[in-house]
Structures are given as C-alpha cells and as structure tokens.
C-alpha cells in the first residue's frame, strides 16, 4: 500500500476516516483494478458516499455508469477495504472521491 493524491475526501470526512493506502493491479483481462483501504479513527459509524472516476491514456475521463456515488459506511476503529474495476481496457488511471453522508 502506498499513499496516493488520487484518492481524496471531503474536510468533513477526513476528521474523521484515513485513507490507508492505495492499491492497484491489471485483471487477468488487462483491466485495472483499485483497492482502498480506510480506516474510522472514531469510535462511531462514519457514513459516506464514494464514486470511482476513470481515465483514459490522455487523461480524459471516461463516463460510465460505475462512475455513480455510492453510499457506505464503517464502524468505529474499524479498517475497511473499497475496490472497483475499471469499465474497459482503455481505462488508465482512476480518482476516487469520498464525501461524509449524513
């Protein structure tokens, strides 16, 4: 895991839940896959919603329907992993985005 500027939270949320790190890989079908780690650093549950964004090789974005927010949530002190697969082989590079849920 290392950490990466291509995950991002909003200032409310990031009082409250790290983003541990960031992993990624190609599928065997040559698409990329993204794993995040975060962690609630409260001992409340934190919800949020979050939306993968995917690139192609010139840093256009590519629209989809994986690209919707989806809402989450995590447990006080509890670590938990988000992941997601890139729509087709011309994806990459990805932006995740967290936002605090109310």
Known sequence: MVTDQRAVTDA?????V?????????????LLR????LQNRT?????????????????MQVNNVISAQLPDQIEGKENK???SIAPNPNCRDFRVKFIEAN
């Open 43 to 59: 001992r409340s549950l934190q919800r949020f919603m979050y939306r993968f964004e995917w690139f192609d090789a010139n840093g």
């Open 18 to 30: 790290s983003i541990v790190g960031v992993n990624t890989a190609l599928t065997p079908g040559g």
């Open 81 to 83: 992993m988000i992941s």
């Open 34 to 37: 993204v794993q995040v780690e």
């Open 12 to 16: 409310s949320l990031n009082r409250k």
